[in-house]
């Protein structure tokens, strides 16, 4: 029988095998992939990957480099075009919606001839 | 170059509080023209605006926080206010639906047969799947203090796994409340009963749905690495949410569905 604490009930609860090869609380050191194969030309691996990696790598930190680049865009601008392009189209329905609702609504305030 | 000597978040100048009122302004136009003039397209119109404006603001809330590093423990204690008040807000707002249930149901009219469910009215057995939506919210209710409490640990699996159970047992509701609202005897033309009936489980379903939504975005962001364990206010906000939303369900469940019957 395995045992790992539950930190919902702040007890030592009943565990599969599972927890105690990867107990909760102690990271791997290591990473999980398998030991590199040596090639004849090494392959250019990409710069440190984190050791423990569950669905996706951490993009958090080269997104702060990104959005804090003193180029003076405001941040509804900052990802350059695709931010522009979402801007301009948001912008043209409301403005084109709003032109659109006036005249509908004008229209409807005349007096309907019997 | 000028830095600020205050820790409150100056907002770069942003386009979406006017898209976003323009957006009401079609949507509730809209709804007028959809009602006396039979067309849907300014209505239509108006909630892919609203939509366009809700993800572009809420972006670039996420960008001036998480990426930007705008959201000090000041700036960060103002969300907090803000959030907490627009909760008040929404139990006000619900108030609302409540009084008028009570003081249609306390005093049943003469035209209702003075008794209460009216006449002709077959309400739903409050022990069937009303009693197992309660369950489902309240389940809900605690898996998302474990997903809480996973965030505050490090521990990013049990996050993850702890966010997919409420957002199932979220969804699950709202497929059962369709089902309910498909099989009921009784409609919302149905004298007063139906009309606070529907108003205020359908209000409540909506923001069954809103909560969802937040709690999936927050699934989003915890895939991605956004929420750090001493700073998740995001997902804070998204658990008082649904804890609000949970809370609405068990005062709608005793009085309209309990007593009410």
């Known amino acids: ?81 695709p931010d522009q392009m979402l801007y301009r189209t948001t912008m043209a329905l409301t403005l084109g919606g709003t032109l659109y609702c006036l005249v509908a609504l004008y229209m409807a305030a005349q007096p309907r001839n019997k | 170059m000028t830095h600020q000597m205050h820790a409150y978040h100056m907002v770069n100048p942003s386009p979406w ?17 959809w009602f006396h003039s039979n ?80 006449a002709g009215i077959k309400p739903l057995n409050p022990l069937e799947v009303p009693l ?32 997919i159970v409420t957002i199932s047992l979220g969804l699950y509701f709202t497929l059962l409340q369709i089902m309910e609202y498909y099989e009921s005897p009784f409609t919302i033309a149905d004298s007063v009963y139906g009309s606070t009936f529907f108003m205020a489980t359908g209000f409540h379903g909506f923001h069954v749905i809103i909560g969802s939504s937040f709690l999936f975005i927050c699934l989003m962001r915890q895939l991605k690495f956004h929420f750090t364990s001493n700073h998740h206010f995001g997902f804070e906000a998204a658990a008082w949410y649904w804890h609000f939303v949970d809370v609405v369900w068990l005062f709608l469940y005793v009085s309209i569905y309990w007593w009410g019957s």
């Open chain 1, 1 to 81: 029988m395995y045992y790992k604490f539950s930190g919902f009930t702040q007890k030592l609860v009943g565990a599969w095998a599972s927890d105690a090869y990867n107990p909760q609380g102690l990271r791997p050191v290591v990473s999980r992939e398998a030991p590199p194969i040596i090639f004849a030309t090494p392959p250019k691996f990409p710069s440190a990957t984190p050791a423990y990696d569950y669905a996706g790598k951490n993009h958090v930190p080269e997104l702060q480099r990104f959005f804090q680049k003193p180029d003076g865009l405001p941040v509804h601008l900052k990802r350059g075009l």
């Open chain 2, 39 to 118: 067309s849907i397209f300014l209505l239509v119109l108006g909630l892919i605006t609203n939509i366009l404006t809700m993800f572009q603001w809420w972006r670039d809330i996420i960008r001036e926080g998480t990426f930007q590093g705008h959201h000090t423990p000041i700036v960060q204690k103002g969300l907090r206010y803000g959030m907490i008040l627009f909760i008040i807000s929404e139990v006000l707002f619900f108030t609302g639906f409540f009084w008028a249930f009570y003081h249609s149901s306390l005093v049943p009219t003469t035209e209702l047969g003075g008794y209460w469910p009216p």
């Open chain 2, 17 to 33: 509080p006017l898209t976003g009122a323009l957006s009401a302004l079609l949507i509730t136009s809209g709804l007028m023209m």
């Open chain 2, 132 to 163: 197992l939506n309660t369950a489902v919210l309240l389940a809900s209710g605690v898996s998302v203090t474990w997903a809480h409490h996973s965030i505050l640990e490090k521990d990013r699996i049990n996050a993850i796994q702890a966010l």
